[in-house]
């Protein structure tokens, strides 16, 4: 099982430019979840998915979008990218099979820049 | 005041030294998760825990629900423990997580 994966680990764009951050997994987890982490700060969700077919939003989501493609994949797309979303990127998941517990399992993360 | 409060930030000890980490909240919780960061790597979970006491190896985990508060512990630290080390926690009713800034460990050989 290759858990939770994620492309492309590094990424520079110009403001202004679009792109889209993948995300799969194959744990069958019903949850997944994009989060930034910033120099400073706790990572933050920018948006999460309980199950397919559903998205919300986190606590920072101004700036991008996301799609729940199937059970495995979930992506974020940057519409037009700001050098304030320069950021690690973490998707994650978890089956909440345990009730109230939520342990959360991380990809690798993607190194956005944004110039 | 942020909901999950982490002490030290940063954190520098010789090798074979008893490390602490220490982790307060604010609010009711289902569970306190702490997770373990590489230098440019992912995040793992060490540790998911709702009362008492783990243990897994080196690390201990303990957690006092009366008084909010967590501790991590590691034994006989190693330089491959230098680490960021987060502590989280997922309050009740409510799946998504609350992250604390992280411990940034260094064991010096």
């Known amino acids: 099982n290759a858990g939770v994966t994620q492309t492309p680990k590094f990424q520079v764009l110009k403001t202004g430019q679009s792109m889209t951050l993948q995300c799969a997994q194959d744990?069958?987890?019903?949850?997944m979840y994009w989060y930034r982490q910033d120099p400073g700060m706790g990572l933050r969700l920018i948006y999460y998915s309980a199950s397919e077919g559903t998205t919300d939003k986190g606590e920072v989501p101004n700036g991008y979008n996301v799609s729940r493609l199937n059970k495995r994949e979930f992506s974020l797309r940057l519409e037009s990218a700001a050098p304030s979303q320069t950021s690690v990127y973490f998707c994650?998941?978890?089956?909440?099979?345990?009730?109230?517990?939520?342990?959360?399992?991380f990809g690798p993360g993607t190194r956005l820049t944004v110039l | 005041k942020n909901e999950v409060e982490q002490s030290p930030q940063n954190l520098t000890a010789q090798e074979g030294e008893f490390i602490t980490i220490n982790c307060s909240y604010s609010v009711g919780i289902s569970a306190l998760h702490w997770l373990q960061q590489h230098p440019g790597g992912g995040i793992v979970s060490l540790f998911m825990l709702s009362s008492g006491k783990k243990k897994h190896g080196r690390l201990i985990a303990t957690i006092n629900i009366q008084e909010k508060h967590s501790s991590l512990h590691i034994t006989a630290s190693h330089p491959r423990d230098s680490a960021v080390y987060i502590c989280?926690?997922?309050?009740?009713?409510?799946?998504?997580?609350?992250f604390g800034t992280g411990t940034r460990l260094t064991i010096i050989p």
């Open positions: 994650a998941s978890s089956s909440l099979r345990i009730p109230l517990t939520n342990e959360q399992f």
């Open positions: 989280a926690v997922t309050s009740f009713g409510n799946e998504k997580l609350t």
């Open positions: 744990m069958n987890h019903n949850s």
